[in-house]
Structures are given as structure tokens and as C-alpha cells.
């Protein structure tokens, strides 16, 4: 699979408004943009942080995956995405060994990246992104 970095770690929030108030005011990290998902009812802010990003994600919908972490767990890390070269390459290598996965085949997420996520009942309860650039 050949994972290269950690791309970034995803951050549910209520407001990604309210959350820029914190990364961007007291910790002086420049929010690169909002973009929305409109297929994962999320809207996403990038926070470059050397070689990786925080990710704020905010439900754009009720019934969104994020809303649902949100109103179970309140706000906090999401999830871990970890860059890999070849996204088709390391899910069909996952499967070939068992892992449980929540998409078996790569799907468009945001800045741009490919995407698959892996069940976190496979990974110790950690969502594992797994992300092509």
C-alpha cells in the first residue's frame, strides 16, 4: 500500500465559523478555504500544518454522517486520513486480507482528492481515510 503521510485529521464541528475563531485566532493557522461535499452533506475548511492539514468538517444536513458523530459523540476528531499512491491499489490489497471496508472503491472528496474510507471496526475503532492526490 506504501502510505506517504499523514494527509490530514478530520475535525467535526457544529460551525466551522465558530472553530475558525480558535485555529485561525489563537493559533494563527490560515484557513486555505471552505469547499462543500454536497454528496457527503458536509462543508469542509483546510488547515495546512507543515506536511499535513486539519480538516473542520460541519453537517450541512441532519441526517449527514458527520451530523450523526456529532449529536453521538459531540465534537472532536472525525477521522485520520492517510495519503497513499495508488487509492484502487491499497483498497483492493485490503480486501484481498479481510479488512472491513465502508467503500471499496474510490470516490471524490474534497481539495480535489480521492477517497475511501475504511471501517473502523477493522482499525481499533479509528475512521481511517485513505487519500490520492
Known amino acids: ?11 467535526a464541528v457544529k460551525s466551522i465559523e465558530g472553530a475558525l475563531k ?7 493557522i490560515k484557513c486555505t478555504g471552505v469547499e462543500e461535499v454536497a454528496e457527503q452533506k458536509v462543508k469542509t475548511a483546510f488547515l495546512p500544518v507543515k506536511d499535513t ?8 444536513a441532519d441526517d449527514s454522517p458527520v451530523a450523526k458523530f456529532i449529536e453521538k459523540k459531540g465534537e472532536g476528531i472525525h477521522h485520520l486520513a492517510i495519503r497513499v499512491p495508488d487509492l484502487q491499489k491499497a483498497l483492493s490489497e485490503l480486501k484481498e486480507q479481510g479488512v472491513r471496508l465502508i467503500d471499496e472503491k474510490p470516490r471524490k472528496g474534497a481539495g480535489g482528492a480521492t477517497i475511501a474510507f475504511v471501517h473502523p471496526a477493522a482499525t481499533g475503532g ?8
Open 1 to 11: 500500500m506504501n502510505p506517504t503521510v499523514i494527509d490530514h485529521i478530520g475535525i
Open 22 to 28: 480558535f485555529w485561525e485566532g489563537s493559533l494563527g
Open 53 to 60: 492539514e486539519v480538516e473542520l468538517l460541519e453537517p450541512t
Open 126 to 133: 479509528i475512521l481511517l481515510e485513505l487519500s490520492e492526490r
